[in-house]
């Protein structure tokens, strides 16, 4: 299963055998194995340095879906929608701490103006 991915990559990006074992670092007998079904099951690092010399990924050899981009429309609009419910909270935040800040100055206003009641005392 392996192997038929490889060659896919290996027929997507034009490359031969010897020019992936250049690239890849694997000598070219071991990619000649691997890419005629000789070897079975090849090292993990082996099929690592394989996929990155023909430009791949291993995400793609797996058949794992590659993500959204943020080029997609939805994509733009879902992140245009998380911008505008943030930008309602930091408006809401605002607005409590100014609110905070009036009653606080309200208070120390209060307190300094009635010595007797307060927690500044003469």
Same mark, same amino acid.
Request: with cysteine; charged share 20%.
């Given at each position: 299963?392996?192997?038929? &991915?490889?060659?896919e990559m290996k027929e997507k990006c034009g490359y031969s055998n010897k020019k992936i074992a250049e690239l890849s670092g694997v000598s070219l007998p071991t990619v000649n194995r691997i890419m005629s079904g000789q070897t079975d099951v090849p090292?993990? &690092? $082996?099929?690592?340095?394989?996929?990155?010399?023909?430009?791949?990924?291993?995400?793609?050899?797996?058949?794992?879906?590659? #993500?959204?981009?943020? &080029?997609?429309?939805?994509?733009?609009?879902?992140? #245009?929608?998380?911008?505008?419910? #943030?930008?309602?909270?930091? #408006?809401?935040?605002?607005?409590? $701490?100014?609110?905070?800040?009036?009653?606080?100055?309200?208070?120390?206003?209060?307190?300094?103006?009635?010595?007797?009641?307060?927690?500044?005392?003469?």
């Open positions: 299963m392996i192997r038929v &991915q490889l060659r090292n993990f &690092q $082996t099929v690592c340095d394989l996929v990155i010399a023909m430009g791949g990924s291993l995400d793609e050899l797996a058949g794992i879906p590659p #993500k959204p981009t943020i &080029q997609d429309e939805g994509s733009i609009e879902i992140y #245009k929608g998380m911008l505008k419910e #943030k930008d309602i909270w930091i #408006k809401r935040l605002f607005v409590i $701490t100014c609110t905070l800040v009036v009653v606080l100055v309200g208070v120390l206003i209060f307190d300094v103006t009635h010595p007797f009641i307060g927690f500044i005392r003469r």
